[in-house]
């Protein structure tokens, strides 16, 4: 990739407009390889949650942008994240998704290191050189330098410095901080397994699609109909039943519920939008036996006025600018994850919340089948969208994509975001605006 | 052992299902689902709860439905344009347990996929099913199916869009 020409930044900010952006950003290899390096190679990203690896010894593999990353949590439970090529001939040490080892060893020459890379032992030392050296830190294996932990949602940058994760995060910290606080314990694991989508569009397609409530109408028409035409009755106790069809219903909103639904967007490229099951709009929760467990046992610890505050946080989509999507409710993640400049990965996953009813955890991953498994009856739309829009912009001959949607009426709220309509091109303007900061920073 | 009769009448109503998919009978394929029966297709191999563990399809009647009923829509983009798919079942292994004639067929499928267009291409699933089938004198198939299970050598890999039923 590095062969590509590079973008100057003026090729850059030419591509950007205040109500537009061209094509380009979605098509170009070397747009894509300098997204790599200045974006997934500095900011900082999701990698996993702390539970996937809790023990110490267990090791995730995973991906930071193009990096094929291990996430390790060592002997005295510090966590890690290092490349996973051998320091010395580039193997990959490996190649399950998770597993338990007191060290890291490649399998083609038998180097070892520890489980924050350190190497630790090379076979056959006599046949090196006189200066090879154990303490070089080419020996080791290469590591992000920066990881963080935001409640045991675990980040990391390739980048020295920077921010703080908590600076990077802003008030998206509040979506986190719900999630977990859904826990009558206080506490969450993910669990279930996940999902991983491929899909042959750009990585930006993702996020530009998780807060445009408009769509939904359209692109989901025949899963919205198909539910509409099938009346339901969601009586207790089959409520269970219902949540795809309730799922698929709630892509129905025409302009006036999605207006009360509302959209956000905060510094740092984050937006989130406002819930779909509130009272008035859709509401199931007077029906709902296992709702209402789960908020007397939260009450039962932190009070009434405080279960209220908790549940009554009322957000759909939570985009953390650029690789996650965090929906409390539903008590789900995902990451994007760029495979190529037309292809992406989507991985989706669900959390138990403990001392939660078990119902509530099945539902958990009842809705997690419904919208993000490859055959949900949702979702497919969307990739079928996504792919549709990469082919499109294929096209030589017509160049700017139209992001004007609600610009004349974003409303600075006072503590730093900016408020709209639920129709409005605001999340997709804001991640823009860090993106090319990011691309345009030397 | 079922008589050499049973396992042909197993075998025929397994070909007749994926024929019934094969050309786009979605309704028809429902119906041959008992009310309370399962379509399932799980996400890890092995897996044993469809409950705690995510599956890429875990749906009985009242949610299949709502799945046929979207791929009848005429907005359907995952069929503009449709694909194709060929079912080759093989491998049927026959176990009867139950008197009241209930049969427990096990069967290798492969399901070949094309759809025309740049979102479409060309695709091939395989799996081992797994059908468990109450006899139905009333109906011409004979049985329907109390269970549907597919395990795809690939359930826990990354995927595209499934946009056909397997």
Redesign the interface.
């Known amino acids: 990739m590095t062969e590509l020409p590079r973008p100057t930044p003026d090729d850059i900010s030419a591509l950007v407009r205040a109500d537009r952006v061209h094509r380009r950003l979605y098509t170009d290899p070397a747009i894509f390889a300098l997204e790599m390096e200045r974006i997934f190679g500095r900011t900082w990203l999701f990698v996993a949650h702390e539970s996937q690896f809790a023990k110490p010894g267990d090791i995730l593999r995973t991906r930071m942008g193009l990096e094929d990353v291990l996430v390790t949590r060592d002997r005295d439970g510090a966590i890690h994240v290092v490349l996973n090529r051998c320091a010395h001939r580039g193997a990959a040490i490996c190649t399950q998704e998770r597993s338990h080892a007191p060290s890291l060893v490649c399998p083609y020459h038998g180097w070892a290191f520890a489980l924050d890379g350190a190497v630790t032992s090379v076979p056959h030392r006599p046949s090196m050189p006189a200066g090879f050296d154990m303490a070089d830190p080419a020996r080791s294996l290469a590591r992000a330098p920066r990881v963080e932990s935001y409640r045991g949602f675990v980040f990391a940058s390739f980048a020295e410095t920077g921010h703080s994760l908590t600076q990077h995060l802003g008030v998206m910290t509040e979506i986190f901080d719900n999630l977990i606080d859904r826990s009558p314990d206080g506490e969450i694991e993910q669990a279930g397994g996940m999902f991983r989508q491929v899909y042959r569009g750009n990585w930006k397609l993702h996020h530009e699609n998780a807060n445009d409530t408009l769509h939904a109408g359209y692109t989901h028409e025949s899963s919205v109909a198909a539910a509409r035409d099938d009346k339901r009755d969601y009586a207790t106790p089959a409520f269970d039943d219902h949540l795809t069809h309730v799922q698929m219903l709630s892509n129905q909103f025409g302009v006036r519920e999605w207006e009360k639904t509302g959209i956000w967007g905060a510094p740092g490229g984050h937006s989130y939008m406002g819930g779909i099951h509130e009272k008035g709009v859709m509401s199931t929760d007077d029906l709902d036996p296992v709702a209402a467990e789960l908020r007397a046992r939260i009450a039962a610890k932190q009070g009434e006025d405080r279960a209220d505050e908790i549940l009554g946080m009322n957000r759909y989509n939570n985009l953390v600018w650029p690789n996650v999507s965090v929906n409390a409710q539903h008590q789900q993640l995902r990451v994007v994850t760029p495979l190529a400049v037309d292809k992406t990965m989507v991985t989706a996953m669900c959390f138990r919340l403990k001392g939660a009813p078990e119902r509530q955890f099945q539902r958990a991953v009842r809705i997690l089948n419904n919208i993000s498994s490859p055959a949900s009856t949702i979702l497919v739309d969307d990739i079928e969208i996504f792919e549709r829009t990469q082919h499109g912009l294929t096209n030589d001959a017509a160049d700017w994509i139209d992001l004007s949607r609600g610009i004349d009426i974003e409303t600075p709220t006072n503590d730093g975001r900016l408020a709209a309509g639920g129709i409005s091109d605001l999340p997709i303007r804001g991640q823009y605006n860090e993106w090319l900061q990011y691309m345009t920073a030397a | 052992m079922p008589d050499l009769e049973t396992r042909y009448a197993a075998e025929q109503f397994l070909f007749h299902e994926a024929r019934l998919l094969d050309e786009g009978r979605w309704d028809d394929w429902l119906a041959l689902f008992t009310d309370d029966g399962w379509y399932w ?1 799980p ?2 191999a092995g897996q044993t709860d469809p ?10 009647p ?2 299949l ?3 046929v ?3 009848n ?6 069929l503009a344009p449709a694909p194709r798919t060929a079912h080759v079942i093989g491998n049927v292994t026959v176990a009867n347990g139950a008197a009241d004639g209930s049969l427990t067929v096990g069967s290798m499928a492969t399901i070949a996929e094309f759809r025309a267009g ?2 479409g291409g060309r695709r091939l699933y395989a799996g081992r099913q797994t059908h468990e089938l109450r006899p139905d004198p009333d109906s011409e198939a004979g049985f329907r199916i109390a269970l549907k299970r597919l395990d795809l050598i690939d359930c ?8 056909v039923i397997l």
């Open positions: 297709l996400a890890r409950l705690e563990e995510i599956s890429i399809i875990y749906e009985d009242s949610v439905r709502l799945r009923a979207r791929l829509h005429p907005h359907a983009w995952t740049e979102t826990d890999a990354e995927s595209g869009a499934i946009n």
